[in-house]
Antibody, heavy 122, light 108 residues
Framework: EVQLVESGGGLVQPGGYLRLSCAAS????????LYWVRQSPGKGLEWVSG????????GYADSVKGRFTISRDNARNTLYLQMNSLRVEDTALYYC???????????????WGQGTLVTVSS | DIQMTQSPSSLSASVGDRVTITCRAS??????LNWFQQRPGRAPNLLIY???SLQSGVPSRFTGSGSGTEFTLTITSLQPEDFATYFC??????????FGPGTKVDIK
């Protein structure tokens, strides 16, 4: 069974930083692209970032470009999101998600974690 | 960025009804279109990918169709567990992979 477990969320002041982690199990981790998607309280879904199975390419939403960095450690089956210069509007539940197909970045996400809550407030 | 819109934003329906949700993309996304269901307090659940491919384990009453810029999700014979919010998302080459604003399906 595929499992994705996010951690690292919490309360941080504007301008601060956090590093989110997503521990994966139940699939061949280094065969799949992975994504971060966030959801502000009571709002819709926003795709934040994605990374190829081999870290060969990454992508970001304009709203986080230059502030967030996605990475992965295939030896540890873990996905990361380094979030710097945090803003109030980054407050959200952050989900990690796995691509549907092996070696395909441009696909839907078929497995999701339960999310980790990031609150940016003074 | 590719913009995604959905209609309606909400609808009320009864158990057994046929429900259709429309998603439109601002640019041609071929068949790079996914549909998700999200129940309150839960993570999104993939229903349909590649516009019309049913995700494993999803009931066959969910069907997706369309290509290019216009897509539909149809639920035949709505069940009690289908009352939820539905989102479309593109996964075409232009990042970010934008989601639509969602369609909330509630009980009439």
């Amino acid at each position: 069974e595929v499992q994705l477990v996010e951690s690292g969320g919490g309360l941080v002041q504007p301008g601060g930083y956090l590093r989110l982690s997503c521990a994966a199990s139940g699939f061949t981790f280094d065969d799949y692209a992975l994504y971060w998607v966030r959801q502000s309280p009571g709002k819709g879904l926003e795709w934040v970032s994605g990374i190829y199975w081999n870290s060969g390419s990454t992508g970001y939403a304009d709203s986080v470009k230059g502030r967030f960095t996605i990475s992965r450690d295939n030896a540890r089956n873990t996905l990361y999101l380094q979030m710097n210069s945090l803003r109030v509007e980054d407050t959200a539940l952050y989900y990690c998600a796995k691509a549907v197909r092996r070696y395909d970045f441009y696909s839907g996400a078929d497995s999701w974690g339960q999310g980790t809550l990031v609150t940016v407030s003074s | 960025d590719i913009q995604m819109t959905q209609s309606p934003s909400s609808l009320s329906a009864s158990v057994g009804d046929r429900v259709t949700i429309t998603c439109r993309a601002s640019h041609n996304i071929y068949n790079y279109l996914n549909w998700f269901q999200q129940r309150p307090g839960r993570a999104p659940n993939l229903l349909i990918y590649d516009a019309s491919s049913l995700q494993s384990g999803v009931p066959s009453r969910f069907t997706g169709s369309g290509s290019g810029t216009e897509f539909t999700l149809t639920i035949t014979s709505l069940q009690p567990e289908d009352f939820a919010t539905y989102f479309c998302q593109h996964s075409y080459s232009t990042l970010p992979f934008t989601f639509g604003p969602g369609t909330k399906v509630d009980i009439k």
